[in-house]
């Protein structure tokens, strides 16, 4: 199954890694055995990825002298610099950890040592060293290089491209009569089709190549990062590649998708607590040999198809459908789950299908309306029968408007491409 | 927190000001408090500032206020049981061109006969406290070590708790909508029911011409909207607070190890509060911030906000008894520094309400200068 083949040399703390290069830093370390990549701001906790979509912030490293890089998003290449943060002495081992045994039920330095006077000073110089996360940048300094960004006019501009906004945009495009861009923050198109195990790479690129027949642009590496409302009458702010980019358009259609989220137990931040989509990234897209025991939380269509995909690939699976989780085992990375009724259960790595929450943010900062669901993850977004949100031109597709799936999601965005091709008609 | 009906004080605005008026009404007695806020505590400029304290200024009035303000800001933990984390790590004021050097020596001359040491530096000297300056554009600095930093959110829990547990009813979600003097004191209608209050405090920050004007009140205080970021957490390297003069530029290193910068730019102040977001901002704060420090133009912005400033015509502060409605309280316009006032200012406004003497900074703060024409300006307002 597996074709990956070290080919680049990175130092990680000084010491030689082989990996593969143009696999994700936070990829090919944990192939190569390393488990922790970050430590919890206060109580340096280990952490290592959850995610891999770039959205849960506990795979920060020191890259090549830039502190705080999400390690899941950035590219292994020959030579590189990659370092721990906020452990000391190093990596695994940090003795700062002592203050997660120290406060076992936390602490909370705003109300300690307020008095006497000395203790207090004393409180204030030490919370002063240990906060902060990574050093100051090494490279800095090229005023040059502060772009000034450039202005963009096009008629459809799509955010995300995954399923839903893949297939609006197509939709769209489809008669030739407007121009459609799409911007998605990963390297590459596909969104939650490149998790899916049903669906894959493959699938991500046959969808993305039916766009660009009809003359979609698709931009990737480009985040849509804000929109301001007061600038030049409204404006998408995007960080495309490194350079910004401001972008009005006749319609907006936000297909944001979903975060993932994690369940609720004792030591749910366990370096070897994925989220299911992350496992299903390293065994779909990653092609990383899965060695050892699985065990999948959920009920999700989602976590059958995984449970379904790693069995038939030989991966030994413990599907814990429904049951209850009370505290994950193991030190520095996770070695088995106690669920309510007393049952053990070995394991290497946890898939935590919990039902994602819609990245949602970015289309209600363009005025959409959301609403909260309690077993949805999160606030979705309001649309209408055609995908339109309560603010003129502005439309949202898939995930975004509450957790749906893949197939589901490019369905969603098939019809509101469509409605959006009429409202421009 | 159900709305009481009668109350001797009606604190309008859950700010620091209200809040800090509140605690200290009642712990000198004055018990039957009510402080109304529109939205959530601190919805407004104390929970939107960058947190700086600082006794270069250029009046007295303001060089001695803040330097007991600082000296309470040292007691707060111990007082109100929650750590403020005030960091001394000094303000360090940067002049681009000679004729800043005047205005500087200037007013470090009077702040030094207040007994702050603050001192002219060079270029050099600055690079030496701060070695990731760009000082090459730069004529002088001003330097005094004592000025700091906060971090504002614990002085709200402080305030508003120690209040609380002496009795204040502090009341959120609830705003003033109408005021109607009786002669005897004032029937408040608030969007949850009305309150009868002896007396009303007026400390709704840039909102506070729109509550004046209930009572038939012009004040000449104006919203204007401030900018400010926050970056990724480093570990601490800055010291001090560091602005410049021309631009008004600022930034200084949070105790979370974020740096919080802002900027002044351009706006239409029409009278209404604006807390939108501009990239317009952005752009320009990223620029003149990598013009000083060089070394920052690879750390990544997490977020941005804005607040509103509170101008008074000569960016000095409304205090005191409303002339034309007795019983009606101001405590109202100051501009972009009133956080750090609020200490020293609520301490002695408070003990007022409560019966003590007329605190000595009502003079000079007094509403009725603008009409006398005796204003104080204030030089040192940044943004
Ligand atoms: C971006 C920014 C940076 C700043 N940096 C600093 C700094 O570094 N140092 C410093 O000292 N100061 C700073 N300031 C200024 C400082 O924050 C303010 O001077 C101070 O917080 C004012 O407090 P306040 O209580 O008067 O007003 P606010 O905090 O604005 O409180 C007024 C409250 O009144 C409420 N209100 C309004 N109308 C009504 C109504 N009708 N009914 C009920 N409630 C109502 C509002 O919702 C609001 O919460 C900064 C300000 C901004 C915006
Ligand atoms: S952000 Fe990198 S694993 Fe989540």
Not at chain 1, 101 to 130: C, E, I, Q, W, Y
Not at chain 2, 161 to 182: D, Y
Request: charged fraction near 20%.
């Amino acid at each position: 199954m597996s074709d990956r083949v070290p080919d680049c040399t990175v130092f990680l703390d000084g010491s030689a890694v082989r990996a593969v290069a143009g696999e994700p830093v936070a990829v090919g370390l944990w192939a190569a055995g390393v488990r922790v990549l970050s430590r919890s701001v206060k109580y340096h906790r280990p952490r290592a990825a959850f995610c891999l979509a770039g959205h849960c912030g506990a795979c920060l490293m020191r890259i090549d002298g830039q502190p705080n890089v999400k390690a899941c998003q950035t590219a292994l290449r020959e030579g590189q610099r990659i370092e721990h943060q906020n452990s000391w002495p190093a990596g695994e081992h940090d003795l700062l950890g002592a203050a997660d045994a120290v406060f076992p039920r936390g602490m909370d330095h705003h109300t300690m040592f307020t008095s006497p006077r000395a203790a207090n000073a004393l409180l204030r110089k030490m919370v002063h060293r240990l906060g902060g996360l990574g050093r100051l940048p090494e490279r800095g300094g090229e005023l040059a290089a502060l772009p000034s960004g450039r202005r963009r006019k096009v008629d459809v501009a799509v955010i995300g491209a995954g399923p839903a906004g893949l297939a609006a945009a197509l939709t769209c495009a489809q008669d030739g009569k407007r121009s459609v861009v799409v911007y998605d923050e990963q390297d590459r198109p596909g969104g939650s089709l490149l998790s899916h195990p049903r669906f894959g790479i493959a699938a991500a690129d046959a969808l993305a190549a039916e766009a660009r027949a009809v003359g979609v642009e698709l931009r990737c590496h480009a985040a849509a990062i804000a929109w301001y409302p007061e600038d030049d009458g409204g404006l998408l702010a995007i960080d495309d590649g490194g350079v910004l980019t401001k972008l009005t358009a006749r319609r907006y259609i936000y297909a944001t998708g979903s975060y993932d989220v994690n369940a609720l137990f004792e030591n749910n931040d366990r370096p070897g607590i994925w989220a299911a989509r992350a496992v299903g990234l390293l065994a779909t897209r990653y092609r990383v040999k899965l060695a050892g025991r699985t065990a999948i939380l959920g009920d999700g269509a989602y976590a059958h198809a995984l449970a379904e995909a790693l069995a038939s690939a030989g991966s030994n699976v413990e599907h814990l459908a429904s049951e209850r989780v009370l505290r994950a085992r193991g030190r520095l990375w996770v070695s088995g789950l106690d669920l309510e009724g007393g049952r053990r259960v070995r394991c290497d790595r946890v898939a935590v299908a919990a039902v994602p929450a819609p990245a949602s943010e970015l289309a209600r900062q363009h005025g959409a309306a959301v609403e909260l669901r309690a077993k949805g993850g999160g606030f979705a977004c309001l649309v209408d029968g055609r995908g339109a949100t309560r603010v003129d031109q502005v439309y949202a597709c898939g995930d975004v408007c509450g957790f749906v799936g893949v197939e589901a999601a490019r369905a969603h965005g098939h019809s509101v491409g469509r409605a959006v091709a009429e409202s421009l008609a | 927190m159900s709305l009481p009906r009668e109350t001797d004080v009606l604190i309008v605005g859950g700010g620091v000001m209200g809040l800090g008026i509140a605690y200290h009404l009642a712990k000198n007695g004055v018990r039957d408090v009510v402080v109304l806020e529109r939205s959530y505590l601190n919805y407004g400029a104390s929970g939107r500032n960058g947190g700086g304290v600082r006794m270069q200024w250029s009046t007295e009035t303001n060089i001695r206020l803040m330097q007991e303000s600082i000296e309470l800001c040292k007691r707060f933990a111990g007082e109100l049981k929650i750590n403020i984390w005030l960091r001394q790590g000094g303000y360090l004021f940067l002049a681009r061109a000679e004729a800043e050097r005047a205005r500087m020596e200037r007013n470090i001359a009077l702040q030094n006969r207040c007994g702050v040491p603050t001192r002219l530096i060079s270029p050099a000297e600055a690079k030496r406290i701060v070695p990731e300056l760009e000082v090459s554009e730069l004529v002088c600095a001003a330097h005094n070590p004592r000025d700091g930093i906060v971090f504002p959110w614990p002085f709200l829990w402080g305030y508003a708790n120690q209040a609380a547990a002496r009795g204040v009813a502090i009341c959120p979600f609830t705003s003033v909508e109408r005021i109607v003097p009786t002669g005897a004191g004032f029937r408040v209608q608030t969007s949850r029911g009305e309150v009868r209050a002896q007396r009303i405090v007026n400390a709704a920050g840039a909102w506070s011409p729109e509550v004046a004007k209930l009572v038939g009140i012009e004040l000449p205080n104006r919203p204007h909207r401030h900018e400010i970021l926050s970056t990724e957490p480093l570990k601490p390297f800055l010291k001090p607070m560091v602005s410049l003069l021309s631009s008004g530029l600022y930034f200084s290193q949070s105790m979370r190890g974020e740096i919080v910068t802002g900027i002044s730019v351009e706006d239409h102040d029409d009278g209404h509060v604006k807390m939108g977001s501009r990239l317009q901002f952005l752009t320009k704060v990223a620029r003149e911030l990598v013009r000083v420090m060089p070394r920052l133009s690879q750390v990544k912005v997490l977020r941005q906000w804005a607040g509103p400033y509170d101008v008074s015509p000569d960016g000095n502060p409304i205090v005191g008894e409303a002339p034309s409605v007795p019983g009606f309280y101001l405590c109202c316009g100051f501009v972009g520094h009133g956080f750090m006032m609020a200490p020293v200012v609520t301490k002695y406004y408070g003990e007022f309400l409560a019966g003590s003497a007329r605190p000595a900074f009502f003079d000079p703060w007094r509403p009725t200068r603008f009409a006398e024409g005796t204003l104080v300006k204030e030089e040192m307002i940044l943004g």
